[in-house]
């Protein structure tokens, strides 16, 4: 019987073939990488689950059986954490602090990375390093000048009440000066990927450069929008110092002003008290949820735009 023989193919006439790496070098790379990776998804998901399923839980199941689950779920877990947990007055505020933070971020920190990636004029540099400088600065090192400033913002006439401590306008403008230097750092790489012919026939066809940025280049750089809108909306949604020290409560428990984080802290220290363990599992469940369901929507969004300047 005739066996066909096929040749292994060679490189083109005048080009060296390639080394062939070493077998297995690759395999022991992936192992590793791939356990690695496992690990840190079970180390991530694995309290994520436990929190959902406790929450479902009564109280004596969660002291008696742990790791096991719900012999039937209690989902009026939900609504006590809710309703007596105040969940649902720290979730509104939150949405509302979050609704003008993120706006303003997004709004300021798209127009200032444009101008300072696709227009030359003296200081550039030092705009955009100052703003780099930003992301340096830890939060708690600016809590005692924050206290200060934002107080005093309190005292200016008419608008004082409005913008000072234990206000909701004072607390996004923080918000959003601690958010816009990775906003500008990342948007501005964006943007100088964009390709510089598009603008041009923008110009030459008469575009002014507010029509040119907003028609044009914004929807451009859509991918990296959505992954800095959402690496802000998480960011925000989490944070705590920040509303613990420029939102003075009347006492440790009052939910008047509190927002989701400072509230959760309030609740645990509350059902704690009151031996409501299903309760606080399922005010956690809810504060996690939304975040969790943002990024699973847009998670194809988020990956596009981190790749998106390095592929262009």
Same mark, same amino acid.
């Given at each position: 019987?005739?066996?066909?023989?096929?040749?292994?193919?060679?490189?083109?006439?005048?080009?060296?073939?390639?080394?062939?790496?070493?077998?297995?070098?690759?395999?022991?790379?992936?192992?590793?990488?791939?356990?690695?990776?496992?690990?840190?998804?079970?180390?991530?998901?694995?309290?994520?689950?436990?929190?959902?399923?406790?929450?479902?839980?009564?109280?004596?199941?969660i002291?008696?059986?742990?790791?096991?689950?719900?012999?039937?779920?209690?989902?009026d877990?939900?609504?006590?954490?809710?309703?007596?947990?105040?969940?649902?007055?720290?979730?509104?505020?939150?949405?509302?602090?979050?609704?003008?933070?993120?706006?303003?971020?997004?709004?300021?920190?798209?127009?200032?990375?444009?101008?300072?990636?696709?227009?030359s004029?003296? %200081?550039?540099?030092?705009?955009?390093?100052?703003?780099? @400088? *930003?992301? !340096?600065?830890?939060?708690?090192?600016? #809590? =005692?000048?924050?206290?200060?400033?934002?107080?005093?913002?309190?005292?200016?006439?008419?608008?004082?009440?409005?913008?000072?401590?234990?206000?909701?306008?004072?607390?996004?403008?923080?918000?959003?000066?601690?958010?816009?230097?990775?906003?500008?750092?990342?948007?501005?790489s964006?943007?100088?990927?964009?390709?510089?012919?598009?603008?041009?026939?923008?110009?030459?066809?008469?575009?002014?450069?507010?029509?040119?940025f907003?028609?044009?280049?914004?929807?451009?750089?859509?991918?990296?929008?959505?992954?800095?809108?959402?690496?802000?909306?998480?960011?925000?949604?989490?944070?705590?110092?920040?509303?613990?020290?420029?939102?003075?409560?009347?006492?440790?428990?009052?939910?008047?002003?509190?927002?989701?984080?400072?509230?959760l802290?309030?609740?645990?220290?509350t059902? %704690?008290?009151?031996?409501?363990?299903?309760?606080?599992? @399922? *005010?956690? !469940?809810?504060?996690?949820?939304?975040? #969790? =369901?943002?990024?699973?929507?847009?998670?194809?969004?988020?990956?596009?735009?981190?790749?998106a300047?390095?592929?262009?």
């Amino acid at each position: 019987m005739t066996q066909l023989v096929t040749a292994a193919p060679t490189a083109p006439q005048g080009q060296p073939e390639q080394a062939k790496p070493p077998r297995g070098q690759f395999g022991v790379v992936n192992f590793f990488s791939q356990g690695f990776l496992l690990l840190w998804a079970a180390m991530v998901v694995l309290p994520l689950l436990w929190a959902v399923m406790s929450s479902l839980k009564t109280d004596k199941e969660i002291l008696s059986s742990p790791w096991s689950l719900p012999a039937s779920p209690q989902f009026d877990n939900f609504g006590r954490a809710w309703n007596s947990g105040h969940i649902g007055t720290f979730f509104l505020n939150t949405v509302i602090v979050l609704a003008g933070g993120v706006t303003i971020t997004m709004v300021v920190g798209s127009m200032a990375a444009y101008v300072l990636a696709r227009y030359s004029f003296p %200081g550039n540099r030092v705009i955009y390093y100052a703003f780099v @400088a *930003g992301l !340096t600065l830890p939060i708690f090192l600016a #809590l =005692v000048p924050l206290f200060k400033i934002v107080g005093n913002l309190g005292t200016i006439p008419v608008i004082g009440p409005y913008i000072g401590l234990n206000s909701y306008a004072g607390l996004i403008l923080v918000y959003v000066a601690f958010s816009l230097p990775f906003t500008v750092f990342f948007l501005h790489s964006f943007f100088r990927t964009l390709p510089t012919e598009i603008a041009e026939a923008g110009l030459l066809d008469g575009a002014s450069h507010t029509t040119l940025f907003s028609k044009v280049m914004l929807p451009m750089a859509r991918p990296g929008l959505i992954s800095i809108g959402i690496f802000n909306v998480i960011g925000q949604w989490n944070q705590y110092l920040l509303p613990l020290v420029l939102l003075q409560q009347q006492s440790s428990f009052d939910s008047d002003h509190s927002v989701l984080a400072e509230g959760l802290l309030n609740l645990a220290v509350t059902q %704690g008290y009151k031996s409501d363990w299903s309760g606080l599992f @399922a *005010g956690m !469940t809810i504060a996690m949820l939304p975040m #969790l =369901v943002i990024y699973v929507l847009f998670q194809r969004q988020v990956q596009a735009g981190l790749t998106a300047g390095t592929l262009k």
